[in-house]
């Protein structure tokens, strides 16, 4: 596996015991809906919310939750209502991001509730 894939792994397993220690149920990792994809998929009444992880060794280029661009929101919000749909879901849903920064000197988890919102 690709030392950049380790580290996304490595991350999105940061993301989820952060999560679980805050309360959140995980209902699914990974989920994949043709070519897209939800790193996190978690409920926290009074939502069901679909969580995009993003980790990076290092801030220089900018903060890792600056690298969710509008396509990948696009894509994110087009797979979630996938998912709403097959499993039929009522609760209301929220976009998160989790930006992680984790090297040899640092590990900071950054969580972002309600990062960005579907658009019609």
């Known amino acids: 596996m690709a030392q950049h894939n380790e580290l996304g792994d490595y991350g999105e397993q940061l993301a989820v015991a952060h999560l679980v220690s805050k309360g959140y149920k995980i209902l699914e990792t990974n989920w994949q809906f043709k070519h897209l994809e939800i ?55 929220r976009f998160d991001i989790i930006s992680v920064l984790y090297n040899e000197r640092q590990k900071n988890i950054q969580h972002i509730e309600d990062a960005f919102y579907a658009r019609m």
């Open 39 to 93: 790193d996190i998929i978690a409920r926290k009444n009074p939502f069901i919310v679909f969580i995009e992880v993003k980790t990076r060794k290092t801030n220089y280029f900018g903060e890792p939750f600056t690298f969710v661009n509008n396509a990948k929101q696009k894509n994110i919000i087009k797979a979630a209502n996938e998912y709403i749909n097959r499993f039929d879901i009522n609760e209301e849903a």
